[in-house]
């Protein structure tokens, strides 16, 4: 079976411009959450979808944003990109929305870097 | 707000048990979990707990949650330097979100 993947593994933007990251969940996994990892925050939610709709969303500024697909893949947008946005975006994929389930299983992420 | 807490540094010896702990503070979480990191990768689920249990093995995992203390613990045994990694405490919050504690570093020396 195969596991969570993400796309592209590394970007490097320019301030000011957009970007888009993709998220293959798990076959049968119709939720993808989406994280941001960097080194003074640790790990911080920021959407999830379930059968494409946005179940729940942290506290990220509307330049970020996310969509899921009938097939469950899923993508997330920043717009007008800040060097603070650099970090590792984690996807998570998993059979259930919310506490239902034992667990999310995550993708390799994307780097983003803006410069 | 729900926040978890795990220290950031452990060292040991190859072929010593490792214990990381970590306290939480929401109650609510049906399941509590372990994620490993390795470098430049994404998170490994390595186990879960559901909340009614005390303890869970699983191979040389060993978890144990009180959740008087609101306190849970991942206890690696015959740890070996492929153990090197960042493993990190997390809880389901309100939002069925997942909150993860800042993370501990475990280096195992030869």
Redesign the interface.
């Known amino acids: 079976k195969a596991g969570?993947t993400?796309t592209p593994r590394y970007l490097i933007k320019t301030r000011g411009q957009q970007v888009t990251l993709s998220c293959s969940p798990i076959s049968g996994h119709r939720s993808v959450?989406w994280?941001q990892q960097t080194p003074g925050q640790?790990?911080q939610?920021l959407f999830?979808y379930f059968s494409e709709t946005q179940?729940?969303k942290?506290n990220f500024p509307g330049r970020f944003s996310g969509r899921q697909f009938s097939n469950s893949r899923s993508e997330m947008n920043v717009s007008t990109l800040e060097l603070g946005d650099s970090a590792l975006y984690?996807c998570?994929s998993s059979l259930v929305?919310?506490?239902?389930g034992?667990?999310?299983?995550?993708?390799?992420?994307t780097r983003l870097t803006v410069v | 707000g729900e926040d978890v807490e795990q220290s950031l540094f452990l060292s040991v010896r190859e072929g010593d048990s490792s214990v990381i702990n970590c306290t939480y503070t929401d109650s609510s979480?049906?399941?509590l979990?372990w994620?490993k990191q390795e470098p430049g990768?994404?998170?490994?689920?390595l186990t879960?707990i559901?909340s009614n249990m005390d303890m869970k093995q699983d191979q040389r995992l060993t978890v144990l949650l009180n959740k008087k203390d609101k306190h849970l613990s991942l206890r690696i045994a015959d740890t070996q330097t492929g153990d090197s990694a960042i493993y990190?405490c997390a809880v389901?919050?309100s939002?069925?979100?997942?909150?993860?504690?800042?993370?501990t570093k475990l280096s195992v020396k030869p």
């Open positions: 969570v993400q959450s994280y640790g790990l939610f999830e179940r729940n942290g984690l998570a929305s919310g506490q239902g034992p667990g999310a299983f995550f993708g390799q992420g | 979480s049906t399941y979990y994620y990768a994404g998170l490994q689920l879960y559901f990190f389901a919050g939002q069925g979100n997942l909150i993860f504690g800042k993370g």
